[in-house]
């Protein structure tokens, strides 16, 4: 299986809005409502951010908001701060009853 | 505190073996399915291997098939990794992580990673 379509780089100001786009097929995110976000900065582990679409695990910022639509997901971060800076990988639940990750997207607050 | 840490990585030849070890702590490690999953130098991650709370029950991504194993001690709270036939594009940053039970489907927490080096 190939891994869901992230764009490589997005980009934005403190403050601005940002969302970063996951796609796959009818046999991942569009069949399953298992999405997951992880951010990952330089050298660390990633970190879960949202599970289930849209569901946020105890102690990430209300900021960091997720949704779906068809086949695609939505990781949006609003009120960007420097520490937001990192990569961000998407995940779905497959047909095949494993898991797959997006390619990964750089975020750079400017 | 829950955590999660990964030993056992290390530079090994090509067709070698390596065995990665990921001690649990702070959760009942009985309860709960596990995973490894890793990422090669600058690249994305890629799930690689599961199984369920008693051990009973495995699952590997389609490039380890074959050359990867899964296992768990409950008694120890230790999950492992047995890899053999070890191939230059097993190169990664293995990490372990806890999910849930009853299915494949988000990750929380993570170790902090082992690097496995397949080089002559």
């Known amino acids: 299986q190939s891994a869901l379509t992230q764009p490589a780089s997005v980009s934005g100001s403190p403050g601005q809005s940002i969302t970063i786009s996951c796609t796959g097929t009818?046999?991942?995110?569009?069949?399953?409502?298992?999405v997951s976000w992880y951010q990952q900065h330089p050298g660390k582990a990633p970190k879960l951010m949202i599970y289930?679409?849209?569901n946020r695990p105890s102690g990430v910022p209300d900021r960091f908001s997720g949704s779906k639509s068809g086949n695609t997901a939505s990781l949006t971060i609003s009120g960007l701060q420097a520490e937001d800076e990192a990569d961000y990988y998407c995940?779905?639940?497959?047909?095949?009853?494993?898991?797959?990750f997006g390619g990964g997207t750089k975020l750079t607050v400017l | 505190e829950v955590q999660l840490v990964e030993s056992g990585g290390g530079l090994v030849q090509p067709g070698g073996s390596l065995r990665l070890s990921c001690a649990a702590s702070?959760?009942?490690?009985?309860?709960?399915?596990m995973h490894w999953v890793r990422q090669a130098p600058g690249k994305g991650l890629v799930w690689v291997s599961r199984?369920?709370?008693?051990?009973?029950?495995?699952s590997y991504a389609d490039s380890v098939k074959g050359r990867f194993t899964i296992s768990r001690d409950n008694a120890k709270n230790t999950l492992y990794l047995q890899m053999n036939s070890l191939r230059a594009e097993d190169t990664a940053v293995y990490y372990c992580?806890?999910?849930?039970?009853?299915?494949?489907?988000?990750?929380?927490?993570w170790g902090q990673g082992t690097l496995v080096t397949v080089s002559s």
């Open positions: 289930e679409v849209s």
């Open positions: 992580a806890r999910g849930i039970v009853g299915a494949t489907i988000w990750f929380d927490p």
């Open positions: 702070g959760f009942t490690f009985s309860s709960y399915w």
């Open positions: 009818s046999s991942d995110v569009g069949g399953y409502n298992y």
């Open positions: 995940s779905s639940y497959t047909s095949s009853s494993t898991l797959l």
């Open positions: 199984i369920n709370s008693d051990g009973s029950s495995t």
